[in-house]
């Protein structure tokens, strides 16, 4: 028997600032209103109406009623499923989801020109530890815990968002995490700190930062994320490759800024100063490519030719120092386009 698949759709659960999706994708899927006192009387009532909104997506979607929201989307496949599989629960079990991305804040120490959130914080930076303006996650956490919503294997917590250094509730949700026996994380920070927090729970587990850095000289960075903290943020991404942590280098093309070939040598050769002194850790440093998002998501965007020979660029000299290097698809398919 065939069913509908997607690793978002049954396993996934993206907690945003206004609304609770199923997925992170480009559709995000169905949403779910986020914690409203008035209208739950506890977080108790909330959480077991999530897992009843959740379970309910996941049974109509296994017989064939995709949400509207996710038709197009190019996750969603149809497969083989035995009917043991599906007895066993692989797309509907009572505890499903093993995906969760957090981001019910924004408040962040940098103000980089093409953060897309810049329209939610107006470019408002702060260096004090504060509450989401949002919602609180924790009490939530518990809840989802308790009332055995998150699987007890192969679970995955991605912290978003805006800067988990400045978040008030990062470090006890994950201590609860990681109690709970989380063993996969990944951290989406602008390195402006080093977190001892993260450091002591990569000891035992897969843990992976992300990091735009986007540059390979602090003149750029300043242009680019409006504080000089290059050198202290490039100290701080090799203290977090010789914690036992994975270590993702983005480097995000901003027209008339970085994108040219002397800019991107300067930041290969900044990666390449990294992995020199990444003594300790068992875990390489690996890059990304990415596009302007102001720009790639423009209908009428064409990327031009001076970019796809960047991407090209960065690829060849991956291959040749031995360092991995990521692109989105949507970036990748453009590399020959015409």
Known sequence: MKAYYCK??????????????????????PSH?????EKWKSYDDFVKDLLKWRQN?????????????????IELKKIDISLKDYLKGKFFNKYPIRHIIIKPFRQCEMACIYCLERRITHGKTTLEVSKSDYYEFLPIFKKMIENKIIATEDV?????????????????????????????????????????????????????????????????YKKIKLTD???????NIVEYANSNIEVLLKYIVVKDVNDNVEELQKFC???????????????DIAMMIDIDYR????PDYVMPE??????????EWGKENNVSVGMQEHVRKMIDEK
């Open 8 to 29: 978002h759709l049954y396993n996934e659960m993206n907690f945003d600032i206004n609304n609770i999706y199923i997925c992170c994708g480009s559709s995000l899927g």
């Open 33 to 37: 209103e986020v914690y409203n006192p």
């Open 57 to 73: 997506i996941s049974k109509q979607a296994y017989s064939g009623n995709i949400p509207e929201q996710c038709e197009n989307c």
């Open 156 to 220: 995955e917590i991605c912290f978003q968002g805006g800067s988990i250094s400045v978040w008030d509730e990062f470090e006890e949700v994950l201590d609860l995490a990681y109690k709970y026996g989380v063993k996969n994380f990944e951290y989406l920070t602008n390195a402006y700190s080093f977190l001892p927090k993260i450091a002591e729970a990569a000891k035992d587990t897969n843990s992976r930062i992300v990091v735009s850095l986007d540059c390979g000289c602090r003149e750029t």
């Open 229 to 235: 903290k290059f050198d202290d943020v490039v100290n």
């Open 269 to 283: 050769d900044t990666v390449s100063e990294i992995r020199k002194r990444h003594t300790k850790g068992k875990r």
């Open 295 to 298: 720009d790639i998501l423009k």
């Open 306 to 315: 001076e970019h796809r020979e960047l991407l090209r660029y960065i690829s």
